[in-house]
């Protein structure tokens, strides 16, 4: 499976950004796919889950309410709509795919890994 992250740039506070993410190969053995950041020296974390089949999320509280994850599963593309942004949302985002079954915020359990795409929210 290959992952390619699109969409990134420049900003100013309360922007809005949409993130994509292609999945090419065996896209199909992918059980759900995530969003995941990473600041400046910080860890990197996770922002949004979505399962493939149902299309259920989950979302981490700094971005609940701002960021809406969705998936066109005829284009095996994942999105990130990111609306209202504020500084502390600067970051590399990183999508991600899993293989197990679950809808879950671990780095670990990701078995994919696209290339990041710059975000940055000037103040």
């Known amino acids: 499976v290959q992952l390619q992250a699109s969409g990134g740039g420049l900003v100013q506070t309360g922007g809005s950004l949409r993130l994509s993410c292609a999945a090419s190969g065996r896209a199909f053995s992918m059980y759900g796919m995530g969003w995941f950041r990473q600041a400046s020296g910080k860890e990197r974390e996770f922002v949004a889950a979505i399962r493939w089949s149902t299309g259920s999320s989950i979302y981490s509280d700094s971005v609940k309410g701002r960021f809406t994850i969705s998936r066109d599963n005829a284009k095996n593309t994942m999105y990130l709509q990111m609306n209202n942004l504020k500084p502390e949302d600067t970051a590399v985002y990183y999508c991600?795919?899993?293989?197990?079954?679950?809808?879950?915020?671990?780095?670990?359990?990701?078995?994919?890994w696209g290339q990041g795409t710059q975000v940055t929210v000037s103040s």
């Open positions: 991600a795919g899993r293989r197990a079954y679950g809808l879950g915020s671990s780095l670990s359990e990701y078995a994919y």
